[in-house]
């Protein structure tokens, strides 16, 4: 008589039997990096809104905080409430222009590039257990493959492929489609979400 391969009730299937579905490995992997992220950052006063606030000033220096909220996918409010957080740990530093309703650029001091460095030791710390055991070239085709899913997956719901990298400098390419209307004069007040905030007084630096 042939064996069933299936225990007794209860009893979890053989995995040989169970074809782990990609996007709950992804998914469930995922969830578990980001709580290590966050325990580890958060021993250190950060969060990922303020890793993510620094890496994109430091790749594009003097972001308005509508600018830099794009591009972290929160609200200009929200990011406001972010960036005056680096402000007071001496990591941004905000700068306007002369002249009223001017916009305020944001830029990273040395402070900042600081922290910048002390995360990527995170980071690499974080990953580094959860990486045992994967050699040197299976860690680089799982980089690659992990970029070509967010890729695929930021195509599918955008149409427009994930900047996984800085764009490299030089002129910009020219397009096909119909020229963007002008952007307002550089004389135009900027929007109410990009002023500087009203000076307040600055809690002492911990």
């Known amino acids: 008589m042939t064996q069933s391969p299936v225990g007794p009730p209860g009893t979890p299937p053989s995995p040989a039997l169970v074809a782990p579905r990609t996007g ?27 890793v993510s ?16 909220a794009r591009r ?31 916009t305020a650029e944001l830029r990273v001091t040395a402070r ?10 995170v980071l690499s710390a974080t990953e580094e257990p959860l990486l045992a055991g ?17 890729s695929n997956g930021w195509r599918a719901r955008r149409d427009t492929p994930l900047p996984v990298e800085p764009p490299a400098a030089g002129p910009a390419t020219p397009s096909a489609s119909p020229s963007p209307s002008p952007s307002p004069s550089a004389s135009a007040p900027a929007s109410a979400s990009d002023r500087a905030p009203e000076s307040a007084p600055r809690p002492a630096v911990e």
């Open 24 to 50: 709950m490995l992804l998914l469930t992997a995922g969830r578990l990096v980001r709580e290590e992220i966050d325990r580890a950052l958060e021993a250190r006063g950060l969060s990922l809104r303020h």
């Open 112 to 121: 900042g590039r600081d922290m910048l460095t002390e995360v990527d030791g």
């Open 53 to 68: 606030a620094l890496g994109h000033l430091s790749r594009e220096p003097g972001l308005s905080y509508s600018a830099l």
């Open 134 to 150: 994967l050699s040197a070239e299976e860690r680089t085709v799982l980089a690659k493959g992990l970029l070509q899913v967010l």
């Open 72 to 102: 972290a996918g929160v609200t200009a409010q929200s990011m406001q409430a972010t960036v005056r957080q680096l402000e007071r740990a001496g990591a941004v530093a905000r700068q306007s222009r002369a002249g009223r309703g001017r």
